[in-house]
């Protein structure tokens, strides 16, 4: 899986099963191509891209079109499918995954849900859901009650469909262990390393679901720490620092760019061992969305085993700020390799094919 020298480390190539790359009627956030050169600079050779674009991804028409566009990318694309009116458009689109939003089961219910869960028990989709129930937002409140009722939603779908169901972005150590054996789970870097208490700028730490208290943060850690959780994944949100700057600042944080240096920050601390680095951020996430990522089929990253600090204005997409500014982390990436050729921090960029 790994190979180790001094100063180097060659690992499979990082796969994020959670971002959003924007484009369309949103690329003054991020365009697709922005979105790749951070993921590149991130060490991730392949993602999984949300469907809350401008138009929202409902239908197989624009599943396909987007599909389209991001297989012109340097890293391999994937794409959840959103929620559509009518289920019968999954046995036309044939996605892998479909994402479901609280805005998504506020409108549709989730009588609506449970169709779709049919529908992907036999189509054999996985549904990613955002797991906060609608039902427990209070004016701008989001408490942690939304997820663990959403999980008790869910786990009650399982049981009648049967669908494969993954939970992304889990904020409480309580959703690991209460989906043991029913669904996968990931954790996003900020909801394991940022909390209420150490994530001060109110608007850069915004993001749905909403930072937790320290305890609550802790507990989730020691989850990742002992195995409880399955993948981990960015939910890499960009904005403008202008939309983030104004008075009603959107949700969402971007870190694709130093996600992998932040777990293998929790490497050096002894918190999860090297396996598990690539398990979380690159084998259990290329099983679930069916990429083949291995060192020998030339997807890996070289990272450099050296203490760094974050600065935003070092990231290589449209998003060039973020709450992580001036943590200190351990092990830059030096390059990735994908399709053939292998991607230099300096901008460089050679074949893998031999020299004719
Ligand atoms: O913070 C968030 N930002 N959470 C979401 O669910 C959506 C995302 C976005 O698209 O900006
Ligand atoms: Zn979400
Ligand atoms: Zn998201």
Known sequence: ?????????????????????????????????????????????????MPNTSPHIRTAELYRKRVEQGSGLPILYKLHMGVPEKVAELDQARPRSVKIYPEDVARFGWQHVEKLAERCATLRCVLVFHCEDPAYFRNGERPPDAEVACVEKVRQIVHRTGARVHLTHITLPYTAEATRGWASVDATPHHLLLDVDNCKDPALCLVNPRLRTPEIRKRLLAALASGLIDIYATDHAPHTL????????????????????????????????????????????????GVDVDVARGLFTVVRLEEFEIRGSDFAGSCKFTPFEKFKAFGQVEATAVRGKIYFKTGETYSLQPPQ
């Open 242 to 289: 202008e939309e983030k700057r104004s008075g009603n600042p959107p949700p969402g944080i971007c870190s694709i760019d130093i996600a992998l240096s932040l777990l293998l920050s929790l490497w050096k601390r002894g918190v999860v061992s090297l396996d598990d680095v690539v398990r979380l951020y690159s084998f259990r996430p290329s099983r679930l969305l």
């Open 1 to 49: 899986l790994v190979q180790l020298s001094n100063r180097y480390l060659i690992l499979p190539g990082m796969v994020d099963l959670h971002v959003h790359f924007r484009d369309w009627g949103l690329s003054h956030k991020e365009t697709l191509e922005g979105g790749a050169r951070a993921a590149l600079a991130g060490g991730v050779v392949a993602v999984a891209d």
